[in-house]
């Protein structure tokens, strides 16, 4: 057997089930490799696309997955989404062929290109290969996660490899940490409130933070990354920061101990620090020591795995159950006013252009709640995000950590891939589409349901928003009133025109009938103040 052989066939043995990208002269062996061993190959349209794919894949299904490319272009044509990936510590092993030779066109400094944008890198060696696919996949799947570049030299592919190399160890599971002093603020706060985020990876994280939760008396809330964690709990607050509806905003900032799990306490889940009391005690659990602290003050620091870290205190407090702050009458208070279609608001719909509130809760109102949502980047963003219920983690796929636009279509795509039993809903603004379309050639033949919801303002409306109000020329940031759903049905998606509540009757009827073909909604929607979350988004730049 050959190295990319044995390269293919080890990612299948270490777990990978799907590879995601487009295949070129360099990749073509290694990725034949992974199927013939068993794995499912995903052809994109652009590696950019792939990227995001391999991301949404892993994200959604909480697994390694893996991206396949062509030496040099291939590889820098995905930089985005591998950057998207690293900053979210997905789980990913990317395989790129490499051009040794500085002389060869397709050279790349990888190892440089790889620690630029924060993944890991592992260059497969002929006599070491099987051990090299092995710490490419264990370091992917260790910790909270790692993106990794596995280096494929063109000239080892072909070079034949030994079969009795080292067998692939799963990662050691941390010890658990010293809690007491958490501990104690747990067992003396009166008004405690939870905020998780994507560090809370563990898959039973859940259970333990809401046991917890419930012996010391919490509210429970979520950074957006994490959003749909507490989906379903009477105690759930929602988002913490700019999408936070009102009530979580008041009762997050009369909290008289905040404890972040897996959550640094960003300034879009703090709203720049101002959600948190000053007299409120600030807790921080992260399983990377250098997170603690990073983006605020925290008067206790634990490293270690929310889920474990949770399971620790919940057996130091015993029997102990505190009420904390699960009074009748907060309870009350986030039933009535829980959600933000509770929020009342002046609709600003015309005969032409509907408000994307309106869109949403309609919407939210239409879809199975069996649901996963992916959001890509933009003034719209927040809507689907505040408005569009989810029904657990892996209900929302949150494409921001790179604050890229136009990932959100592909990775909706991984997404539906991961879980072909729920409808994926992705929510896209016209420039993320426009940016992303040719990967609809990808939609139209996968057959995993898929809605993606475009929210068409005819305009890069974040920047018209930034600059209209100081009065500075916005013609580099309109995009013209295209129609997209021509669009989407010229690469074989069925489409539809919304800029009514009305025109809302075939996303009903494609929604009761076999959903087989992807559904583009081109919606117009009014755009005539910027968000309040963008508004706070801007106080960062
Ligand atoms: C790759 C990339 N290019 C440019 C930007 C800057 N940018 C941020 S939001 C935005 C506008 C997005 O427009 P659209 O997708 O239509 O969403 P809208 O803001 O109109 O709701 C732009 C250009 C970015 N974040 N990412
Ligand atoms: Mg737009």
Redesign the pocket.
């Known amino acids: 057997m050959n190295v990319a052989d044995a390269v293919g066939a080890a990612l299948v043995a270490h777990g990978a089930d799907h590879a995601f990208g487009v295949v070129g002269s360099g990749n073509f062996h290694v990725t034949n490799a992974f199927v013939a061993a068993g794995g499912r190959f995903v052809p994109a349209v652009h590696e950019g696309g792939a990227a995001s794919m391999a991301d949404g894949y892993a994200r959604t299904g909480g697994r390694l997955a893996v991206l396949t490319v062509h030496q040099g272009p291939g590889l820098t044509n995905a930089l985005?989404g591998i950057t998207e990936a690293a900053k979210s510590r997905t789980p990913l092993v990317v395989v790129t062929p490499e051009a040794t030779s500085p002389r060869s066109n397709f050279h790349l400094d990888l190892a440089r290109i790889a620690a630029a944008v924060g993944a890991g890198f592992v260059r497969v060696r002929a006599e070491h290969a099987l051990a090299d696919v092995a710490e490419a996949c264990r370091t992917a799947v260790a910790g909270a996660g790692r993106t990794v570049v596995l280096a494929l030299p063109l000239d080892v592919q072909g070079k034949p490899v030994e079969p009795d190399e080292p067998a692939f160890e799963g990662s050691a599971l941390a010890g658990v940490p010293d809690v007491s002093t958490l501990v104690e603020a747990l067992g003396t706060a009166t008004r405690p409130v939870f905020v998780a985020g994507r560090g809370a990876t563990r898959p039973d994280a859940r259970a333990a933070l809401v046991d917890l939760a419930d012996r010391c008396g919490a509210l429970l809330a979520v950074s957006a990354a994490a959003r749909g964690l507490f989906s379903g709990d009477p105690w759930n607050l929602d988002v913490s920061g700019g999408f936070a509806t009102p009530l979580a905003a008041e009762l997050i900032g009369q909290a008289d101990l905040v404890v972040a799990w897996g959550s640094t306490l960003n300034m879009w889940t703090t709203r720049h620090g101002r959600l948190i009391g000053p007299e409120a005690v600030v807790a921080q659990v992260d399983l990377d020591a250098d997170a603690l602290g990073v983006n605020r003050p925290v008067d206790v620091a634990v490293v270690g795995d929310a889920g474990t870290v949770a399971e620790a205190c919940a057996a130091a407090l015993g029997e102990q159950v505190r009420p904390g702050w699960r009074t009748p009458a907060v309870r009350e208070r986030i039933e009535a006013e829980g959600a933000w279609r509770s929020v009342s608001y002046v609709d600003d719909s015309g005969p032409d252009r509907i408000d994307p509130r309106t869109l949403s809760i309609a919407l939210d109102d239409l879809l199975p709640a069996e649901r996963t949502v992916v959001i890509?980047?933009?003034?719209?963003m927040g809507y689907p995000s505040m408005f569009w219920s989810v029904p657990d983690r892996a209900g929302f796929l949150f494409t921001q950590a790179f604050?890229?636009?136009?990932l959100g279509l592909a990775s909706a795509l991984g997404a539906a891939v991961a879980r072909p039993d729920r409808l994926t809903v992705a929510a896209?603004?016209?420039?993320?589409?426009l940016m992303s379309a040719a990967e609809l050639a990808t939609a139209a033949r996968l057959d995993s349901p898929l809605l993606v919801v475009v929210?068409d303002?005819a305009?890069?409306?974040?920047?018209v928003h930034h600059f209209g109000p100081e009065g500075h020329p916005l013609d580099t940031v309109l995009?013209g009133d295209r129609d997209l759903a021509a669009i989407a049905r010229g690469y074989g998606c069925l489409g539809a025109t919304v800029r009514t509540r009305e025109d809302l009757e075939p996303v009903r009827a494609w929604l009761a009938g076999d959903r087989v073909r992807p559904l583009v909604v081109d919606a117009k929607v009014t755009s005539k103040h910027g968000s309040w979350w963008l508004e706070e988004a801007f106080r960062g730049h």
Do not use: V
């Open positions: 985005t890509d980047s933009g003034n719209f604050q890229s636009i136009g896209l603004g016209d420039g993320g589409f929210y303002d305009a890069y409306g974040a920047e995009l």
